[in-house]
């Protein structure tokens, strides 16, 4: 398995420097990594029994995804490295399937499943590799497969679900927040295409235009007549309708928030690197975040991560463009606090860690239903924000023993594994989780691989762990 998976590497090593990209350094290319985020939609398909019509219709697509992955797959372990290369030759497989099943199956008209057809093998190819040429030494292969899969589940899932709501408008509280979530992310996507299409929009006067004509004349405007409300005003509604316990919650974010800008400010006054220990501070405070919003207040935590990815991106276009006031700190925060991993121009690290403790909570069919739920929407936090965390603090202090071709130490490993079941074990103690007997029984099973992962991977963790744990749990 391991030669198999090692000619597989480096004949996608040979193919990207035959195609003229540029892949992160100092890693490998992560070919596996492909295959995980179409297996999280499918599984959690067959796990839950009541999932909504776009979850189903979703999964389909990742089913697609999935396929389509297979494809590349199988193309590049028989590719010859002197050859020019193309993922798009085998994309009718894929295209063919998905047409068929949504058109068949789901009895969706022939255009629209046509072009979900298209989604899933041309768009998928072309965009991964316009992800990696367009920005060079940021991803590596199965980083930009993500990046490039989650994109189109996103836009599909965003239509779909826009669409439906011009029929009928949500109700609950969940459904609310995902229109506004698909909404909002949808208009920063049209902040970005604006800025690479019209290189006169990039300058701090236009820029600010198009941010808030954007968001003013579009984002809310769009919001209203969908929810038949004012969308400010039923977030407002959401805060404060619980006997001040959410606004208290609000408030504790906020000083979240100040103490993260002080440590930012405190490094760039150092004018120093900050250690890897310096680092993880931040994801000690995402889990200080995190799990007082899952426990009691999840719908609000939901669309709340959803602003602050909308910002992140934001203000990282403030950085990349040098805008005013922002762009000198945001760039000096950036020297500051880069790492091995954020070798190109962008700042991935902030928004990895928060797609990271994030994504179950949005990839998950029925998430802030239950109490029962809160274990898989903890996947993230309990892999990057304790796993991580204690594998790099323990290890960096005690690790004596290295992993084969690894500078991970076991003894970081076995603090990853010890610190997560521990973490786990005071949740249930504490009655803030439910686990069922087939949870209780894949947590050892996912704590152990994520732990391995961890010590093994030179893939970005804070995005890897989370996808591996919630995949198993």
Same mark, same amino acid.
């Given at each position: 398995?391991?030669?198999?998976?090692?000619?597989?590497?480096?004949k996608?090593?040979?193919?990207?420097?035959?195609?003229?990209?540029?892949?992160?350094?100092?890693?490998?290319?992560?070919?596996?990594?492909?295959?995980?985020?179409?297996?999280?939609?499918?599984?959690?398909?067959?796990?839950?029994?009541?999932?909504?019509?776009?979850?189903?219709?979703?999964?389909?697509?990742?089913?697609?995804?999935?396929?389509?992955?297979?494809?590349?797959?199988?193309?590049?372990?028989?590719?010859?490295?002197?050859?020019?290369?193309?993922?798009?030759?085998?994309?009718?497989?894929?295209?063919?399937?998905?047409?068929?099943?949504?058109?068949?199956?789901?009895?969706?008209?022939?255009?629209?499943?046509?072009?979900?057809?298209?989604?899933?093998?041309?768009i998928?190819?072309?965009?991964?590799?316009?992800?990696?040429?367009?920005?060079?030494?940021?991803?590596?292969?199965?980083?930009?497969?993500?990046?490039?899969?989650?994109?189109?589940?996103?836009?599909?899932?965003?239509?779909?679900?826009?669409?439906?709501?011009?029929?009928?408008a949500?109700?609950?509280?969940?459904?609310?927040?995902?229109?506004?979530?698909?909404?909002?992310?949808?208009g920063?996507?049209?902040?970005?295409?604006?800025?690479?299409?019209i290189?006169?929009?990039?300058?701090?006067?236009?820029?600010?235009? /198009? =941010?808030?004509?954007?968001l003013? +004349?579009?984002? %809310? &405007?769009? $919001?209203?007549?969908? *929810?038949?409300?004012?969308?400010?005003?039923?977030?407002?509604?959401?805060?404060w309708?619980?006997?001040?316990?959410?606004?208290?919650?609000?408030?504790?974010?906020?000083?979240?928030?100040?103490?993260?800008?002080?440590?930012?400010?405190?490094?760039?006054?150092?004018?120093?690197?900050?250690?890897?220990?310096?680092?993880?501070?931040?994801?000690?405070?995402?889990?200080?975040?995190?799990?007082?919003g899952?426990?009691?207040?999840?719908?609000?935590?939901?669309?709340?991560?959803?602003?602050?990815?909308?910002?992140? /991106? =934001?203000?990282?276009?403030?950085? +990349?463009?040098? %805008? &005013?006031? $922002?762009g000198?700190? *945001?760039?000096e925060?950036?020297?500051?606090?880069?790492?091995?991993?954020?070798?190109?121009?962008?700042?991935?690290?902030?928004?990895?860690?928060?797609?990271?403790?994030s994504?179950?909570?949005?990839?998950?069919?029925?998430?802030?239903?239950?109490?029962?739920?809160?274990?898989?929407?903890?996947?993230?936090?309990?892999?990057?924000?304790?796993?991580?965390?204690?594998?790099?603090?323990?290890?960096?202090?005690?690790?004596?023993h290295?992993?084969?071709?690894?500078?991970?130490?076991?003894?970081?490993?076995?603090?990853? =594994?010890?610190?997560?079941?521990?973490?786990?074990?005071?949740?249930? $103690?504490?009655?803030?989780?439910?686990?069922?007997?087939?949870?209780?029984?894949?947590?050892?099973?996912?704590?152990?691989?994520?732990?391995?992962?961890?010590?093994?991977?030179?893939?970005?963790?804070?995005?890897?762990?989370?996808?591996?744990?919630?995949?198993?749990?």
């Amino acid at each position: 398995m391991n030669s198999i998976l090692g000619i597989l590497e480096e004949k996608t090593r040979n193919i990207l420097a035959t195609c003229n990209v540029k892949p992160r350094p100092h890693a490998g290319p992560g070919v596996w990594l492909i295959f995980l985020l179409p297996g999280i939609m499918i599984v959690n398909c067959f796990k839950y029994s009541h999932v909504s019509k776009i979850f189903n219709l979703a999964s389909d697509l990742s089913l697609g995804l999935f396929i389509a992955s297979v494809v590349i797959v199988l193309a590049i372990y028989s590719s010859n490295p002197k050859e020019n290369h193309s993922f798009n030759s085998g994309m009718i497989f894929p295209f063919v399937f998905t047409s068929c099943r949504l058109y068949f199956v789901h009895d969706r008209g022939l255009a629209f499943s046509t072009g979900c057809g298209v989604l899933t093998s041309y768009i998928f190819s072309s965009g991964l590799m316009f992800s990696m040429k367009s920005f060079p030494f940021c991803f590596t292969f199965g980083e930009a497969t993500i990046l490039t899969q989650a994109v189109i589940l996103f836009l599909f899932s965003s239509t779909e679900n826009i669409c439906n709501t011009y029929y009928k408008a949500p109700e609950q509280d969940t459904e609310i927040a995902t229109l506004i979530l698909q909404v909002g992310l949808l208009g920063v996507c049209a902040i970005c295409a604006t800025l690479y299409f019209i290189p006169a929009s990039r300058s701090a006067g236009p820029f600010y235009g /198009v =941010v808030f004509g954007i968001l003013f +004349l579009i984002v %809310i &405007p769009s $919001l209203h007549f969908l *929810l038949g409300r004012s969308p400010v005003l039923w977030i407002i509604f959401l805060i404060w309708n619980d006997n001040l316990k959410t606004v208290w919650l609000v408030g504790y974010w906020m000083l979240c928030v100040c103490a993260a800008t002080i440590a930012v400010a405190y490094q760039i006054q150092k004018g120093q690197q900050a250690s890897t220990s310096v680092r993880k501070y931040f994801h000690i405070l995402a889990v200080a975040v995190y799990f007082p919003g899952l426990v009691t207040a999840c719908c609000l935590l939901y669309l709340a991560t959803a602003v602050v990815l909308a910002l992140f /991106v =934001v203000l990282e276009l403030v950085r +990349l463009l040098n %805008i &005013p006031p $922002l762009g000198n700190s *945001l760039q000096e925060g950036f020297a500051v606090y880069a790492d091995e991993k954020d070798a190109g121009n962008l700042a991935l690290t902030p928004i990895y860690l928060l797609t990271g403790c994030s994504l179950p909570l949005w990839l998950h069919p029925v998430a802030c239903s239950s109490p029962s739920t809160i274990i898989s929407l903890s996947s993230g936090l309990l892999s990057v924000g304790v796993g991580d965390t204690l594998a790099s603090s323990i290890g960096s202090r005690f690790g004596r023993h290295k992993w084969p071709g690894s500078n991970k130490s076991i003894e970081g490993t076995i603090a990853c =594994v010890v610190g997560q079941m521990l973490a786990i074990i005071v949740l249930y $103690l504490s009655g803030v989780i439910q686990l069922s007997s087939w949870v209780s029984v894949t947590i050892p099973v996912s704590v152990i691989l994520t732990s391995i992962i961890e010590a093994k991977t030179d893939q970005v963790d804070n995005l890897v762990l989370p996808l591996v744990n919630f995949l198993v749990i």
